[in-house]
């Protein structure tokens, strides 16, 4: 499984965004601080979604 290709912000469990006046903001709920949806940590944690992908691309 290839999972740098899906490891990112944006598919971790703990990201979040909003949309305010200035902008969109990113945030990782986690970690409590503002991130990109391309930004990669080593706590990151898949959601449902990209798990499937990641098992289906595993081949089971």
């Known amino acids: ?3 740098n290709r899906f490891q ?3 598919s971790c469990i703990h990201f979040f965004t ?3 006046d ?7 709920t ?3 601080y ?3 949806p391309e930004y990669k940590f080593n ?3 898949p959601k449902e979604k990209v798990k499937k992908l ?7």
């Open 1 to 3: 499984m290839n999972e």
């Open 8 to 10: 990112a912000c944006a």
């Open 18 to 20: 909003e949309k305010t």
């Open 22 to 28: 200035a902008g969109m903001l990113y945030k990782c």
């Open 30 to 32: 986690r970690l409590g």
């Open 34 to 36: 503002e991130t990109r």
């Open 43 to 45: 706590c990151w944690e």
């Open 54 to 60: 990641m098992e289906k691309e595993k081949g089971r």
